[in-house]
């Protein structure tokens, strides 16, 4: 009679059902006992899910596929950093801040400058999002943090209440609700701001003080919510692309006439603390649908396994960039949409073919490869290359694969489909994750944690450096040191920079730490950063699995506290914070990991359990199960 083991099960079943439950010091006891275990207690899929669960780790952030384990463990202290312009209060930091140990150049921060007010209150940023003239952030509570000025085309006085949108929060401030919302991502425009809560309701702010959920029929089952200049849209788990103008038509109607009730009144002990007292209010609107995507060709023909339908979006300026689960990129335009009559006019063109557009050359590995660009051998375009990821901002679109082989394409607001990308040579090949766009500045970040930069200076949001003091001739100073003197005497800012250049998050600072940055944003003249110290002290840890009982070769285990069995602002499986109860609500079965392979099925990632045996290159799925069980017995 054969007795049933804990190896026994399949590879499925132990990290969905049991693994992704335990508590990090049986993680780490468990990735002790044998090889295939510590293979399986270390694998990408597992520690992308105990982000996403226990530190509120955006969904739909970037083109990450590994790392995840490192970076949970640097998630207990990210650092916040922010540079460029200091105008509106964009940056987060106080008059005495910036006097007291900031370098300012031309109306700017020309280097990166940590938001220490996050690290020494032991706040965990794990989301940014850049708008006009402003940072929205999200802390692995789900709390939302605010500083600068959401519309600074409208005037406020500090003694306004922060339901006026022009009031600015010139430190960071944390919002509150009532009834204690939780946001899982967050988006920004030029002037408002959307957020999905862990409910996935759609939140959307013209003011920090006084946001609606917007209550719609058509907004069940959002994935994603992407803001563009002027509007905000909302992605569908069936594909359907919902938008909508807040600051115009039947929804500002709406909001203007809400407001002019009389929003909460101004609170300055709270203020003076760091918190907005927000006070939410429920619109019923329905957006509008776009287009569907028709008689759009399907490239996996009778091999396709699940209709074809568009799984992320981006926003620009008047324009939508979608990804379909065939790894096509769409393109369509919105022009015309934020008029009062928008809706109306929207939907006539769409019945007179306004349509989503395919765009082949950003797509097809065979069309992309004719490209001059990448005529030479040394950036050649993958057979397989698949585009993973989009973003946008202003007047500019980005479409990216991943891997070490990654093609980063760029296109414009005016991009049809017979037009070829622009091509930023030093950017393929380099494992880049995620591009950030600001209005004439670019940030690229690459999954070895590298940020990179080029574009004009805007008020320094390039984070290269004092061009006074860099040296000539260096990305972000001046050419010449003639150059560099008269561009002092005549306040000239420097050249722009051509090559991407990486930033230095302890500029001019000496045996400083390595760094590793893991998220980036960047909008108007300004970016933020949220960045790990690689080799900053830690508290010793109350409980290790000891050293004689490790696999020989692993990483040594995470520290935990036995007194705290769950991570700090934890959410539970419910989608609310830990230690809260939520009736009635489905149980959270956490994110889909895995990506669209060619013929356009979702394959969800399977466990790497190859790597740690050395058996590189090879890949073993479900039939394979139990090869390495069988060859490795307990404790070897």
């Known amino acids: 009679m054969s007795t049933a083991s804990l190896s026994s099960l399949p590879v499925e079943v132990l990290i969905d059902n049991l693994l992704d439950f335990l508590p990090l010091a049986d993680l780490a006891h468990l990735s002790a006992t044998n090889r295939f275990f510590h293979a399986l207690c270390n694998d990408d899929i597992l520690w992308k899910r105990k982000l996403i669960e226990d530190f509120n780790y955006p969904r739909v952030l970037d083109a990450r596929t590994s790392g995840f384990k490192p970076l949970y463990k640097g998630m207990k202290q990210p650092k916040v950093y922010a540079w460029g312009s200091v105008d509106n209060g964009r ?13 300012r150049a031309y109306g700017g921060v020309p280097q990166p400058v940590e938001l ?30 605010v500083w600068g000025q959401l519309n600074a085309e409208t005037f406020a006085f500090n003694g306004d209440p922060f339901s006026h949108p022009g009031r600015r929060a010139v430190v960071p401030h944390r919002i509150t609700f009532p009834d204690n919302v939780k946001f ?32 719609s029929p058509n907004l069940s089952g959002v994935e994603q919510i992407a803001c563009g200049w002027n509007f905000t849209a909302a992605l569908t788990s069936s594909g359907e692309v919902y938008v909508w103008w807040p600051g115009s038509g039947e929804f500002a109607h709406v909001s203007d006439d809400h407001d002019a009730v009389g929003g909460p009144q101004r609170q300055p002990g709270r203020e003076r603390e760091g918190i907005i007292e927000s006070v939410g209010w429920e619109m019923s609107a329905d957006p509008l649908e776009l287009p569907g995507l028709g008689s759009l060709d399907d490239p996996r023909g009778q091999t396709a396994t699940e209709k074809l339908r568009i799984v992320q979006i981006a926003c620009g300026t008047d324009f939508v960039v979608a990804l379909t689960n065939a790894n096509q990129v769409l393109k369509i335009e919105l022009g015309g949409g934020d008029a009062d009559d928008g809706f109306q006019v929207l939907r006539q063109s769409f019945r007179t073919g306004r349509r989503w557009e395919y765009l082949p050359l950003f797509s ?31 007047n500019t679109f980005v479409a990216y694969s991943t891997g070490s082989s990654s093609i980063v394409l760029m296109g414009t607001s005016s991009t049809q489909p017979d037009m070829s990308p622009s091509v930023v040579p030093a950017l393929q090949h380099r494992s880049v994750i995620s591009v950030v766009l600001g209005d004439y500045h670019r940030a690229a970040l690459t999954a070895q944690g590298e940020l990179l930069t080029w574009g004009s200076f805007s008020s320094g949001a390039l984070g290269l450096g004092d061009p006074y003091k860099l040296e000539p001739g260096t ?4 050419r010449t040191i003639r150059d560099r003197d008269w561009g002092q005497r005549s306040r000239q800012p420097p050249p722009d920079v051509e090559e991407p250049t990486p930033v230095n998050f302890h500029f001019g600072q000496e045996d400083a730490s390595p760094t590793f940055c893991f998220s980036a944003a960047a909008a108007g003249w300004h970016v933020g950063a949220l960045v790990l110290d690689l080799e900053e002290q830690r508290e010793p840890p109350r409980v290790t699995v000891g050293s004689s009982s490790t696999v020989e070769g692993a990483e040594p285990p995470l520290e935990h506290d036995p007194e705290d069995p769950s991570m700090p602002g934890s959410f539970t499986r419910t989608g609310s914070a830990a230690g809260t109860r939520v009736r009635g609500l489905p149980p959270y079965t956490g994110a889909r990991i895995g990506q669209h392979v060619a013929d356009g099925r979702f394959e969800p990632q399977e466990p790497d359990l190859t790597r740690a045996m050395g058996l590189y290159g090879i890949r073993l799925g479900y039939p394979a199960r139990g090869v390495l069980r069988s060859a490795h017995p307990r404790g070897s």
């Open 91 to 103: 940056l987060g930091l106080s008059s005495p801040e910036l006097n007291r140990s900031v370098v």
């Open 116 to 145: 220490e007010l996050f690290s020494e209150k032991g706040i965990q940023i794990v989301q940014l999002s850049a708008g006009g003239w402003s940072f929205n952030a999200l802390d692995s509570t789900g709390a939302l943090w």
């Open 184 to 215: 899982r991502s967050v988006s920004s425009g030029r002037n408002h701001v959307s957020a999905l809560d862990s409910r996935t309701n759609v939140w959307t702010f013209r003011s920090w003080g006084r946001p609606y959920r917007l209550v």
């Open 364 to 394: 097809e590995a065979k069309r992309v490869a004719m490209l001059p660009a990448f005529q030479s051998a040394t950036t050649p375009v993958p057979d397989d290359m698949r585009i993973t990821h989009v973003s946008a901002q202003f």
């Open 475 to 478: 990305p972000g100073g001046f």
